[in-house]
């Protein structure tokens, strides 16, 4: 019998798959059937930087924030899908995803899903020569996405 200390953080199935629920800390057992022996481990979750997905192609990364798709810069060779539009008017100055200058390009894919991305604001360029919602994109799919009051 599999079993978790904090089914708030993680849940087991009757076979021993582990599902990852919120951030934490759970123990999970599994106890014979006769109850002589059971063995412990304990599992840590922590905190996507995204609502859902792995960032595969089969299962992207889901954005629903603007905190969200400024973190896409942190997993350039992944996979997303916007799942609502998305205001950017909280930042004064968005910088642009992917760096050409230390060859950081987006190379994975970017479905907008028929959102829209508003209120993209760039007020200045550091010295770079890159201005849009990405700046450097080297073999990338980015799709179904509208870009207004920009």
């Keep these: 019998m599999w079993a978790s200390g904090d089914n708030a953080v993680a849940i087991v199935s009757d ?4 599902t990852p629920v919120s951030a934490g800390t759970a123990t999970i057992s599994a ?4 109850g002589g022996f059971t063995a412990e481990c304990e599992v840590t979750v922590t905190a996507s930087d995204f609502s859902a997905g792995a960032g595969t192609e089969s299962s992207p990364y889901q954005i629903t924030t603007a905190q969200q798709l400024d973190k896409v810069r942190n997993h350039l060779d ?3 899908v916007l799942k609502n ?15 050409v200058y230390s060859s950081r390009p987006f190379e994975g894919s970017f479905d907008g899903n028929g959102h829209s991305i508003t209120n993209l604001k760039i007020t200045t360029s550091n010295g ?3 201005f849009g919602l990405f700046g450097y994109v080297v073999d990338a799919e980015i799709k179904d996405l509208k870009i207004e009051n920009a």
């Design 78 to 80: 992944k996979h997303f």
């Design 128 to 130: 770079l020569r890159m």
């Design 31 to 34: 106890t014979t059937v006769d």
């Design 15 to 18: 076979s021993g798959m582990v």
């Design 85 to 99: 539009d998305i205001d950017l008017a909280e930042y004064d100055n968005w910088i642009p995803i992917g760096e």
